[in-house]
């Protein structure tokens, strides 16, 4: 019986204002009529819910997301990329652990008295603390000190790099900077550093083809470990603690540049950096074309979340809500018997909240699919009516129509020839790098030069908070939303895109 009414709603339109153009759009009365808002509803609620622990991807609630969406393609009869829909992306998870310098009575930590630079030392090594004091770089000249950690005072810890340039010669192992002449600079650098340091960093662990994120990770990389030769820094009370000595015995012994009195005590050190892998998955599904066509238009939401650190983040705006809208897109699609004239790739990403890493997994995989994507449109954040809209008109951002006409035409179409819901274009900025047009998934296609939009209902003040919950949602809202977007998704298969 549903068939016959699939058949219907497929009303064809003429264009009047270019009689070139013949679109095939569906009325927008009947698309309401489809759009089965309790299951969208449902899926935020599920996506949302205590067991799925805020999608991180550290806990199982992740997996248990990528699986539920598995099953609603399966149920929807989507076609599966693989035999689960699922594609690993492999990561790596990298932290620094134990970081120490002791001797055999006095022990500090990294953060906790010194801060220390440069490449793990995995096994603890024992080597000899020589103090050199307030000396200039160029004049200094260290040889036979392959098992010495040299010491030396400088007037400002910033410039520690500067320094190792500027010596003149040296095969010392390390390096320990201590600024006596402005104490406070170090436990200042102790705490603004901290949280850089420490964070756990999570990197592809797959070939990038992006000369941006090359350069990003490169420079992310190098302000973590500038030099390959290890160096601390540390306050002069700590220091003096090491040498068993007063820290007026060392000003002094500086000073004079005599260091008879200053012992050499041993020091052990490590630097253990814990490398661990990590896998996250995108869920994918299809709906092929009809014209064994190897073009694909991309319909993409992620839906990793930040977790449960102490509070449930639900992400339900962030991004519960596009993954049920892309997934009732689907359902919709194949519920009119809609055959594409591109293949429709359902993509579900895992990993954005950590730098998009699964769509960026996704366009990297191989090069023959990236080629034969022709666009993108990503939803991120569909679900809110912000501050700066009133609830009794629709509305939905659209970013990178500017840049992407083509893609821009097929939504502005689908607007006037349906919805007539006001597309906002204030956020479309695709030149801003820190804008939000670069901060979703979008950001993976348009770096291979694939035309990508973005959706969505804007930033309020729950985003990355534990109240982004689902009764904060606005269900009219989406339901035009969905009607706008397979309306544009249509118009832009059909006519727009070749
Ligand atoms: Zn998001």
Known sequence: MKIYCWLICLIPFLCISNSSIGQVVLSQREVEQKVNVDRVMRNVNVLSSDSLMGRSLNNEGHTKAASFIASELKLM?????????????????????????????YTLTNFDGIIYNGNPIDEPVSKKLVFRGHVSPDSLELTGMSDCIVVLFIDNLWKDVNFLRSIKKSDAYGFIFVNPFN???????????????????????????????NMVSKLAGTTDI?????RFMMPIDKLAKLFGVSERKLMKAS??????????????????????PLETSNVI?????????????????????????????????????????????ARLLKQIGYTPKHDIVFSFFGAEELGMLGSMAFVNYRKQISDSIVANINVDMIGRVDSLHTKRNGYLYLLGAGKYSVLGDAFSLADSLTTDIAIDYSLDNPNDIFGMFNLSDQRSFTAKSIPAVMVTSGLHNDYHTPRDTPNRLDYNQIKQRVVLLLNAIVIADKEYLQ
Not at 262 to 268: A, E, G, H, L
């Open 226 to 230: 500038y030099l390959d030769v290890p």
């Open 255 to 276: 000073e004079s540049a005599n260091f008879s009195d200053i012992p050499m005590p041993t020091v052990m050190l490590r630097s253990q950096r814990v490398v661990e």
């Open 183 to 213: 104490q406070k600079q170090y436990y200042s650098l102790e705490r603004q550093l901290k949280e850089h340091y420490t964070r756990r960093r999570v990197h592809p662990r797959f070939r990038v083809d992006d000369d941006a994120y």
């Open 285 to 329: 599904g299809v709906i092929p074309s009809a014209t064994t066509g190897k073009r694909a238009i991309v319909v993409s939401a992620h839906y990793d979340h930040l977790g449960n650190a102490g509070a449930l983040y639900a992400g339900a705006d962030d991004n519960a809500s596009g993954v049920a809208v892309v997934l009732e897109l």
């Open 77 to 105: 009869g989507v076609t599966p990329i693989s035999n689960n829909y699922l594609q690993a992306v492999p990561l790596v998870r990298t932290y620094w652990n134990e970081v120490y310098l002791k001797t055999n009575s």
